[in-house]
């Protein structure tokens, strides 16, 4: 833990101790260190200390104005673009075209500058996790003060319910817990103790110290405030997460460098145009500019943006769906190429529900089925079920656990709830599956005496009497101390001589599988026995029945997610604040790749002793790491990312909150996270379920898919339009396509047919490939080939009809421009169906009829072009005539063409193992392609 950097003067303190960490220091040499006694700090101390360590409190950052933050959002390559276009058309006249292109500008910079304010909520969020009272020593009295004015030196109690004000070295604690799973990531609260504990102890196992912002869920305490504000634990957090830097998503990325690239070529193949059109074919200033201009229009994808923002918002609502709620568009895309996911164990791949797993006996093992607190599974010995009426052992053993305890389980609303420790809610639910009724056995044998559980003596013991005037004490506890107080064994036999080294042995087995250790024992009451002592307890003379192994075991969901995971090429990392050895067990359970074999697990403080370098290669060979801090997190994330990986990182706590900001997909749980964690993130589970940011993965391919296929259909229209019109002006030919009459198409084509590839379902095997390459283009070598093929395809189909119109029918150009915009739309139309699927064929398993959406786009297409093309006021106002029904016949074959020599394309790249496709696999499907 950081020293506090304003430490008051103390004359009894060595250099060598102000270098020791509180949690390592002596009790009474902290209360030296602080110059406080039994009476705590007087007014003017306080005062003092008030003034120069400052408030309680955590300061917020310096944060830019709303203007300069919206303004932020204008300085993109493809906003030039669009407004470049804009003032293309405001040029020509066309001021619808013009408010449309500048209406789809704001609104897309309105929801960045949305997306960006809330992420500025997480360090609010923190700071309201502090204490707002407590209660403190001034001047020999308790008062409660507000936590903002607590100073270092303060004597501070504590007691459960309370959420504890400050970081302090505790002074006194009887029986005291603390919940500290926001910060250490620790399943179960931890028991504290006021003795210290070594200096390179890890965050969750200083039992000295009560951190800020956790809470007291049993007994009471005293401790002397060390850190206040940012000198905290949770203040340091807080420090880390203003200094972290969100990184930009690969589609943003893509985005840019798809728009300079686009830049550039419009610019040149306009100016080029232009220049050849006025020195060479003489073409007049004014109709060469509108030319230009035209040429440029139609080669920028006005819709293009719409359409991404549309698949982003479909995908959010699908995730919803799903448990998986968007809080950053982008991040939906980011998602699909996610590469490693880091995922908490506590609650999203376990359950955090404590839960019965195994019961060791003198002479065997049983294992216990089910998970949570749901009394749902049985019994078994190796291979064999076991009846538990049938076996007096195993009865007596969960007749004991029920009785000797304190928790409540019950169904409210269908729903198992458990109130009490969650060690003691686990033991009542393994009754419960025995058949044994919680109410009824507590009346049977009804409890007349108990001794609570304390930290000083480690059990738990009650005395309980049946009908039949039989008095038996109960016990259960820390293994090693309940064996100290047993003389005998029970077995099937009956009870034997207490074998000591068998039982420690079992208990070594039982703990390398990741399970928490509980002994239970009993023994005869005295007759007519109404009170129970410590003397009687210690005087030992128990038989021991078994030890209970404990742990929160993996979501059966969770283990099949991991799988389809690694399926998909992604890498699960579990990184966790709970110990090594259950770490360890919980990642063989899942499946998770690295551990089982090999360097099976890392702890935190084995990070500390690593570079970068060395981190780096750590992370490629390791998929779990226990007993982390907030530092390890961010540290194995940015690892993660140095090495080329999308990281998605998912978390509960505060102490997850700087990894979360960091990562390029932060995944906070939406039931018991904290609300630090919710803001920090781009995405909050519903259901707190590993699995679903399996199936958020899953649509983040599909809305990726979609884009490149929004992107495959518009581009090609726009160069088949480009090269249309440059060709008519290397040749001295009219124009076939009007500046007016390109907006028209641009318009009709986004709004119906490219905008219905936004909507498409997942394509067969979006699991079963790798996550592509966060370095790859949003134009990969795939794409390069098909959009000058498909855009040559529907160049001679357009330029060749007009130019048959023309020459050879010798019809009007308002005639042949008709033939030739409607022959460009039939060819995209066709096209259309061409990217149901990007490269597998359409017409297998009839994917070609899967998507609603693609076939009422173009129903609406055809109703939109007879009306541009029979409406008179329509050809009035884009200069056409009405064409015939023999023209229409070659319109349609060409469409035909194009939707043939397409599928023709496909068959041959998946034939040529050598293509990429953009997808991480070659021209071969993608690997695990269900079939129809």
Same mark, same amino acid.
Request: a negative charge; charged letters at 20%.
């Given at each position: 833990?950081?020293?506090?950097?304003?430490?008051?003067?103390?004359?009894?303190?060595?250099?060598?101790?102000?270098?020791?960490?509180?949690?390592?220091?002596?009790?009474?040499?902290?209360?030296?260190?602080?110059?406080?006694?039994?009476?705590?700090?007087?007014?003017?101390?306080?005062?003092?200390?008030?003034?120069?360590?400052?408030?309680?409190?955590?300061?917020?950052?310096?944060?830019?104005?709303?203007?300069?933050?919206?303004?932020?959002?204008?300085?993109?390559?493809?906003?030039?673009?669009?407004?470049?276009?804009?003032?293309?058309?405001?040029?020509?006249?066309?001021?619808?075209?013009?408010?449309?292109?500048?209406?789809?500008?704001?609104?897309?910079?309105?929801?960045?500058?949305? +997306?960006?304010?809330?992420?500025?909520?997480?360090?609010?969020?923190?700071?309201?996790?502090?204490?707002?009272?407590?209660?403190?020593?001034?001047?020999?009295?308790?008062?409660?003060?507000?936590?903002?004015?607590?100073?270092?030196?303060?004597?501070?109690?504590?007691?459960?319910?309370?959420?504890?004000?400050?970081?302090?070295?505790?002074?006194?604690?009887?029986?005291?817990?603390?919940?500290?799973?926001?910060?250490?990531?620790?399943?179960?609260?931890?028991?504290?103790?006021?003795?210290?504990?070594?200096?390179?102890?890890?965050?969750?196992?200083?039992?000295?110290?009560?951190?800020?912002?956790?809470?007291?869920?049993?007994?009471?305490?005293?401790?002397?405030?060390?850190?206040?504000?940012?000198?905290?634990?949770?203040?340091?957090?807080?420090?880390?997460?203003?200094?972290?830097?969100?990184?930009?998503?690969?589609?943003?990325? +893509?985005?840019?460098?798809?728009?300079?690239?686009?830049?550039?070529?419009?610019?040149?193949?306009?100016?080029?145009?232009?220049?050849?059109?006025?020195?060479?074919?003489?073409?007049?200033?004014?109709?060469?500019?509108?030319?230009?201009?035209?040429?440029?229009?139609?080669?920028?994808?006005?819709?293009?943006?719409?359409?991404?923002?549309?698949?982003?918002?479909?995908?959010?609502?699908?995730?919803?769906?799903?448990?998986?709620?968007?809080?950053?568009?982008?991040?939906?895309?980011? *998602?699909?190429?996610?590469?490693?996911?880091?995922?908490?164990?506590?609650?999203?791949?376990?359950?955090?529900?404590?839960?019965?797993?195994?019961?060791?006996?003198?002479?065997?093992?049983?294992?216990?089925?089910?998970?949570?607190?749901?009394?749902?599974?049985?019994?078994? #010995?190796?291979?064999?079920?076991?009846?538990?009426?049938?076996?007096?052992?195993?009865?007596?053993?969960?007749?004991?656990?029920?009785?000797?305890?304190?928790?409540?389980?019950?169904?409210?609303?269908?729903?198992?709830?458990?109130?009490?420790?969650?060690?003691?809610?686990?033991?009542?639910?393994?009754?419960?599956?025995?058949?044994?009724?919680?109410?009824?056995?507590?009346?049977?044998?009804?409890? @007349?005496?108990?001794?609570?559980?304390?930290?000083?003596?480690?059990?738990?013991?009650?005395?309980?009497?049946?009908?039949?005037?039989?008095?038996?004490?109960?016990?259960?506890?820390?293994?090693?101390?309940?064996?100290? $107080?047993?003389?005998?064994?029970?077995?099937?036999?009956?009870?034997?001589?207490?074998?000591?080294?068998?039982?420690?042995?079992?208990?070594? +087995? @039982?703990?390398?599988?990741?399970?928490?250790? $509980?002994?239970?024992?009993?023994?005869?009451?005295?007759?007519?026995?109404?009170?129970?002592?410590?003397?009687?307890?210690?005087?030992?003379?128990?038989?021991?029945?078994?030890?209970?192994?404990?742990?929160?075991?993996?979501?059966?969901?969770?283990?099949?997610?991991?799988?389809?995971?690694?399926?998909?090429?992604?890498?699960?990392?579990?990184?966790?604040?709970?110990? *090594?050895?259950?770490?360890?067990?919980?990642?063989?359970?899942?499946?998770?790749?690295?551990?089982?074999?090999?360097? !099976?697990?890392?702890?935190?403080?084995?990070?500390?002793?690593?570079?970068?370098? !060395?981190?780096?290669?750590?992370?490629?060979?390791?998929?779990?790491?226990?007993?982390?801090?907030?530092?390890?997190?961010?540290?194995?994330?940015?690892?993660?990312?140095?090495?080329?990986?999308?990281?998605?990182?998912?978390?509960?706590?505060?102490?997850?909150?700087?990894?979360?900001?960091?990562?390029?997909?932060?995944?906070?749980?939406?039931?018991?996270?904290?609300?630090?964690?919710?803001?920090?993130?781009?995405?909050?589970?519903?259901?707190?379920?590993?699995?679903?940011?399996?199936?958020?993965?899953?649509?983040?391919?599909?809305?990726?898919? %979609?884009?490149?296929?929004?992107?495959?259909?518009?581009?090609?229209?726009?160069?088949? +339009?480009?090269?249309?019109?440059?060709?008519?002006?290397?040749?001295?030919?009219?124009?076939?396509?009007?500046?007016? #009459?390109?907006?028209?198409?641009?318009?009709?084509?986004?709004?119906?047919?490219?905008?219905?590839?936004?909507?498409?379902?997942?394509?067969?095997?979006?699991?079963?490939?790798?996550?592509?390459?966060?370095?790859?283009?949003?134009?990969?070598?795939?794409?390069?080939?098909?959009?000058?093929?498909?855009?040559?395809?529907?160049?001679?189909?357009?330029?060749?009809?007009?130019?048959?119109?023309?020459?050879?029918?010798?019809?009007?150009?308002?005639?042949?421009?008709?033939?030739?915009?409607?022959?460009?739309?039939?060819?995209?139309?066709?096209?259309?169906?061409?990217?149901?699927?990007?490269? #597998?064929?359409?017409?297998?398993?009839?994917?070609?009829?899967?998507?609603?959406?693609?076939?009422?786009?173009?129903?609406?297409?055809?109703?939109?072009?007879?009306?541009?093309?029979?409406?008179?006021?329509? %050809?009035?106002?884009?200069? $056409?005539?009405?064409?015939?029904?023999?023209?229409?016949?070659?319109?349609?074959?060409?469409?035909?063409?194009?939707?043939?020599?397409?599928?023709?394309?496909?068959?041959?790249?998946?034939?040529?193992?050598?293509?990429?496709?953009?997808?991480?696999?070659?021209?071969?499907?993608?690997?695990?392609?269900?079939?129809?």
């Amino acid at each position: 833990m950081a020293q506090d950097p304003h430490l008051p003067a103390s004359g009894q303190s060595t250099e060598a101790e102000s270098q020791t960490p509180w949690h390592a220091r002596d009790a009474q040499a902290v209360r030296e260190h602080w110059q406080v006694g039994e009476q705590g700090l007087s007014a003017d101390e306080a005062r003092d200390r008030l003034a120069r360590h400052g408030a309680n409190r955590l300061v917020p950052p310096e944060r830019a104005s709303a203007l300069v933050r919206f303004a932020r959002h204008f300085h993109n390559i493809l906003i030039y673009i669009l407004l470049a276009a804009a003032l293309g058309t405001a040029l020509l006249g066309h001021w619808v075209d013009t408010g449309v292109i500048l209406a789809v500008v704001l609104i897309n910079t309105l929801i960045g500058f949305v +997306q960006e304010g809330k992420a500025e909520q997480a360090l609010d969020a923190i700071r309201k996790m502090l204490s707002p009272m407590a209660v403190v020593v001034r001047e020999g009295k308790r008062r409660e003060i507000p936590a903002e004015e607590i100073v270092p030196g303060d004597l501070v109690y504590l007691q459960a319910g309370d959420k504890v004000p400050a970081d302090l070295r505790l002074l006194e604690a009887k029986n005291l817990r603390i919940e500290e799973a926001v910060l250490t990531g620790e399943s179960v609260p931890v028991e504290k103790d006021r003795e210290p504990v070594a200096e390179e102890a890890a965050l969750g196992d200083r039992a000295s110290m009560a951190w800020s912002g956790t809470l007291v869920t049993f007994g009471r305490g005293v401790g002397v405030v060390v850190g206040t504000g940012e000198q905290t634990q949770i203040g340091r957090i807080s420090s880390m997460l203003s200094e972290v830097e969100s990184l930009q998503t690969p589609l943003v990325r +893509q985005v840019e460098q798809f728009g300079r690239w686009l830049a550039v070529v419009i610019i040149a193949i306009s100016a080029a145009t232009f220049a050849f059109g006025y020195w060479v074919r003489d073409y007049p200033l004014d109709e060469m500019f509108l030319a230009a201009a035209s040429l440029a229009v139609s080669t920028i994808p006005e819709g293009l943006p719409a359409i991404m923002t549309i698949a982003l918002a479909i995908g959010v609502q699908k995730m919803a769906r799903r448990n998986a709620i968007i809080r950053k568009l982008p991040a939906v895309e980011t *998602l699909g190429s996610v590469s490693a996911i880091c995922s908490d164990k506590t609650g999203t791949l376990t359950r955090n529900e404590m839960t019965v797993q195994s019961l060791a006996f003198a002479d065997r093992l049983v294992e216990v089925d089910g998970v949570g607190y749901a009394p749902h599974g049985g019994f078994s #010995q190796g291979e064999r079920d076991l009846d538990p009426e049938e076996d007096r052992v195993l009865m007596e053993t969960l007749r004991a656990g029920l009785l000797c305890n304190d928790a409540q389980v019950y169904c409210r609303n269908d729903e198992w709830v458990m109130e009490g420790d969650p060690t003691e809610g686990a033991l009542i639910t393994a009754a419960q599956k025995a058949g044994l009724d919680p109410e009824r056995e507590r009346v049977t044998y009804n409890r @007349v005496d108990v001794i609570p559980f304390e930290s000083d003596h480690k059990y738990m013991a009650t005395l309980n009497h049946d009908h039949r005037n039989h008095e038996v004490i109960y016990l259960k506890g820390a293994p090693e101390r309940v064996l100290e $107080l047993c003389h005998r064994q029970m077995t099937v036999e009956g009870a034997q001589p207490l074998d000591r080294d068998h039982w420690q042995s079992l208990m070594d +087995q @039982v703990a390398d599988r990741g399970q928490r250790l $509980l002994a239970i024992a009993a023994r005869d009451g005295k007759p007519q026995q109404h009170s129970l002592n410590y003397d009687e307890v210690e005087a030992g003379d128990f038989t021991l029945l078994a030890l209970v192994g404990i742990m929160d075991p993996p979501r059966d969901e969770a283990i099949r997610a991991v799988a389809e995971c690694q399926d998909a090429g992604i890498r699960v990392k579990m990184i966790t604040g709970d110990h *090594l050895i259950t770490a360890r067990a919980v990642g063989r359970m899942l499946g998770i790749a690295g551990a089982g074999e090999g360097r !099976e697990a890392v702890a935190g403080h084995q990070l500390d002793e690593m570079d970068d370098a !060395e981190l780096q290669r750590t992370v490629r060979e390791v998929d779990v790491f226990a007993r982390t801090t907030p530092e390890h997190k961010l540290r194995l994330v940015e690892a993660l990312q140095a090495d080329g990986r999308i990281v998605a990182m998912t978390g509960d706590g505060v102490n997850d909150a700087p990894a979360l900001k960091r990562a390029d997909v932060g995944v906070a749980m939406g039931g018991k996270g904290t609300e630090a964690a919710k803001e920090a993130s781009e995405m909050v589970l519903a259901d707190d379920n590993f699995v679903s940011i399996a199936h958020a993965v899953e649509e983040g391919r599909t809305v990726y898919d %979609n884009i490149r296929k929004s992107i495959l259909h518009m581009l090609p229209t726009n160069v088949g +339009q480009s090269l249309t019109i440059m060709m008519a002006i290397l040749m001295g030919l009219a124009l076939p396509l009007t500046p007016v #009459q390109v907006l028209w198409v641009n318009m009709v084509t986004s709004v119906t047919l490219a905008m219905s590839l936004a909507f498409q379902p997942s394509e067969p095997g979006v699991m079963g490939r790798p996550p592509r390459s966060p370095d790859a283009p949003l134009l990969s070598g795939f794409l390069l080939w098909r959009i000058p093929f498909v855009a040559v395809l529907l160049w001679i189909g357009t330029f060749g009809h007009f130019v048959y119109m023309e020459e050879v029918v010798g019809a009007s150009d308002e005639l042949a421009r008709a033939v030739a915009i409607n022959t460009l739309v039939a060819g995209q139309a066709f096209y259309l169906l061409n990217l149901r699927l990007i490269y #597998q064929p359409v017409l297998k398993g009839w994917e070609v009829f899967r998507s609603k959406a693609m076939w009422a786009a173009l129903g609406v297409l055809v109703v939109l072009q007879l009306s541009f093309t029979y409406l008179p006021f329509m %050809n009035t106002l884009f200069g $056409l005539e009405p064409i015939s029904l023999a023209d229409w016949g070659r319109i349609l074959v060409f469409g035909l063409a194009v939707f043939l020599i397409v599928e023709l394309e496909k068959w041959v790249l998946r034939r040529t193992p050598w293509v990429d496709t953009g997808n991480g696999t070659s021209g071969a499907a993608p690997r695990h392609v269900p079939s129809h």
